[in-house]
């Protein structure tokens, strides 16, 4: 395949499947907005992409819980690229393991703090729901793209 011309959006882009899919459209020509809060770790990863000389990558530090970063992250992409048109949603994962949660402290549903639950609500279902809000305004003015969501 060929995605010269094409640009996606990834998010949890500094590691994992986020990492492996900017990694690979760029591979294949294509330019990678890669969206991460790991600030230190994106700029690495955007650096080994831009290396190889292939597509263009340029990272943007994002919280997907926070719209605003969002659409900022949205906005660059069309700065950088002139449009969107693929947007990928990795970031997340099981809040229990992500924020840290001592299984010993907290050994069943109910003892885990509500809060870690509200982060895993948040990114697992906000922060796609707010991408998909944010990149369909630029789909529709474009008049195509595609959103792809894994959970």
């Not at 900017?22 to 991460?36: K, S, Y």
């Not at 992409?49 to 943007?60: P, S, T």
């Amino acid at each position: 395949m060929d995605f010269t011309g094409k640009t996606a959006i990834s998010t949890g882009a500094a590691s994992g499947m986020g990492l492996l899919f900017a990694q690979n459209f760029a591979e294949l020509g294509g330019n990678v907005v890669m969206c991460d809060v790991n600030e230190k770790v994106l700029d690495e990863k955007v650096g080994e992409i831009n290396a190889k000389g292939k597509g263009k990558a340029i990272g943007v530090v994002c919280d997907v819980r926070d719209y605003a970063q969002v659409c900022a992250a949205r906005d660059k992409a069309v700065e950088a690229f002139g449009g969107i048109d693929v947007m990928c949603n990795f970031a997340g994962g099981t809040a229990v393991r992500m924020r840290g949660v001592d299984r010993k402290e907290f050994p069943e549903f109910p003892d885990v703090p509500i809060d870690v639950y509200d982060w895993g609500i948040d990114v697992n279902l906000k922060g796609p729901f707010y991408f998909a809000h944010a990149v369909l305004k630029q789909m529709r003015k474009q008049r195509g793209g595609l959103i792809v969501n894994i959970g």
